[in-house]
């Protein structure tokens, strides 16, 4: 068993709080934890790939601009395997009615910081 899990869970689970929060400052700091300097991140809906945590932070900033409403959260518990992990996530509704649902796949450094992340969106 990967001595990992628990920690790669919490950084997961953090990725996810950073997608929550309305507060910019609040976000650039949990991004800087749990994003490698390099990290790549890859989405269906972005022509390019964003290669900073910065710009990733931006990313869900405009993103939070446009479904300030919307909640992002775990839908099943994250498969890891060596520096690989996946996890099902889910856009929730105020009303509790999801909004769209998808998976992300990513890879981590040995300090636990996630250095790629690409998303799927199922619908």
């Not at 405009?62 to 919307?70: A, C, G, I, T, V």
């Amino acid at each position: 068993m990967n001595n990992q899990i628990p920690e790669i869970e919490q950084v997961i689970r953090d990725y996810l709080s950073a997608w929550n929060t309305s507060d910019q400052e609040q976000r650039s700091s949990i991004m800087s934890k749990v994003l490698a300097s390099n990290c790549l991140y890859a989405d269906s809906h972005l022509p390019d790939l964003i290669e900073t945590p910065e710009l990733h932070s931006q990313f869900i900033a405009q993103f939070r601009s446009k479904f300030p409403e919307l909640k992002i959260s775990l839908v099943s518990t994250p498969d890891i395997h060596h520096n690989f992990f996946r996890f099902r996530w889910q856009l929730t509704k105020p009303d509790g009615n999801i909004f769209t649902q998808g998976m992300f796949f990513g890879e981590f450094n040995q300090q636990q910081e996630i250095v790629k992340l690409v998303g799927f969106v199922d619908q």
